[in-house]
């Protein structure tokens, strides 16, 4: 059966003047206007309209993955959130990657990326500075310091964000973090992580500078203390002496929760962060 479409014609349809001026300036197709339980189209008719909510096209359900929504909105209510951000002087970290790839990428089979070094650069400076190694209890009462340093990478997958967790981090090599982060990446793109994979984190850090951004907020992965957002590497003119000169700088935020650090302690620790980035030498000086 062929079923017979009618388009209205709306010079025919009857409704007030106020009504079909108020319909053509606000652009209302009258076909889709109900006139209700009177003969013609009011100005009501037409204000309901335009007052209705937009028509849904499609229902996606919330990534329940780990319960991260919840987590989430949990720790932008009940977290005292304070971010610290710092431009940080990357033009050695960058010779360094480009050296490190140059040498090693054919045997390693991968080229150390910046995700690689800061968080080699990172969980030492967790094992140095252990209180942002920490969350709070689940009694919300005490302050609980943890012995392993277990680096949380969050990770873009068709699935929504996920954050894949690397145990004992600070005990871990470049290559062999840089193996094992590949790893857990493939794994969470293709929905293969075990819950062991996805949870027991202390301190994530979030990178974004793939997308050209310079500096975002990122929220805290509860319960952990803290979270470290990354931008992106740009050149930029910096006075250096005398001299103005062009570098490659890194824009970093540290996001904290101030219940359980305070600030100058978490500036010690951003600070201990771009000092390794800025001299990447000093990282086989630090305490392990």
Do not use: C
């Given at each position: 059966?062929?079923?017979?479409?009618?388009?209205?014609?709306?010079n025919?349809?009857r409704m007030t003047p106020v009504?079909r001026k108020?319909?053509a300036?606000?652009g209302?197709?009258?076909?889709?206007?109900?006139t209700?339980?009177h003969e013609?189209?009011?100005?009501?008719?037409?204000?309901?309209?335009v007052?209705?909510?937009s028509p849904?096209i499609s229902?996606?359900?919330?990534p329940?993955i780990d319960e991260i929504p919840?987590?989430?909105?949990?720790?932008?209510?009940t977290?005292?959130?304070?971010?610290?951000v710092?431009e940080?002087?990357?033009?050695?970290?960058v010779?360094l990657?480009e050296?490190?790839?140059?040498?090693f990428?054919t045997e390693?089979?991968?080229?150390?990326?910046?995700?690689d070094?800061?968080?080699v650069i990172v969980?030492n400076?967790?094992r140095?500075?252990s209180?942002m190694?920490a969350?709070l209890?689940?009694?919300?009462?005490?302050?609980?310091?943890?012995a392993m340093?277990?680096?949380?990478?969050?990770?873009d997958?068709p699935?929504g964000?996920?954050?894949?967790?690397?145990?004992e981090a600070?005990?871990?090599?470049?290559?062999?973090?840089?193996?094992k982060?590949?790893e857990?990446?493939e794994?969470?793109r293709q929905?293969k992580?075990?819950h062991?994979?996805l949870?027991?984190g202390?301190?994530t850090?979030?990178?974004?500078g793939?997308?050209n951004i310079d500096?975002f907020t990122?929220?805290?992965?509860?319960?952990e203390?803290?979270?470290?957002?990354a931008g992106?590497?740009a050149?930029?003119p910096?006075?250096k002496g005398?001299e103005?000169?062009?570098r490659k700088?890194?824009?970093?935020s540290?996001v904290?929760?101030?219940r359980?650090?305070?600030?100058?302690?978490?500036?010690r620790?951003?600070?201990?962060?771009s000092e390794?980035?800025?001299?990447p030498p000093l990282?086989?000086?630090?305490?392990?």
């Open positions: 059966m062929v079923t017979e479409f009618i388009i209205p014609d709306l025919k349809i009504a108020m319909a300036d606000l209302v197709d009258l076909a889709k206007v109900s209700g339980h013609r189209i009011t100005k009501a008719d037409v204000l309901g309209i007052a209705s909510p849904i229902v996606t359900p919330l329940l919840k987590r989430m909105a949990e720790s932008v209510h977290t005292a959130l304070v971010t610290l710092r940080v002087d990357a033009t050695e970290l010779a990657r050296q490190l790839k140059a040498q990428a390693w089979g991968f080229a150390p990326g910046y995700n070094l800061l968080a969980a400076s967790l140095q500075f209180f190694n969350r209890a689940a009694d919300g009462e005490s302050i609980e310091h943890l340093v277990n680096l949380g990478l969050a990770v997958t699935r964000l996920l954050v894949t967790v690397i145990r600070d005990k871990l090599g470049l290559r062999e973090l840089g193996v982060f590949r857990m990446v794994r969470a929905g992580n075990s062991d994979e949870s027991g202390t301190f850090i979030t990178n974004l793939m997308f500096a990122p929220v805290i992965n509860l319960p203390l803290a979270i470290l957002g992106r590497i050149p930029k910096m006075v005398e103005i000169v062009i700088m890194w824009t970093l540290l904290f929760d101030h359980l650090v305070d600030g100058a302690s978490a500036a620790f951003l600070q201990h962060i390794l980035i800025e001299e990282l086989f000086l630090t305490k392990r």
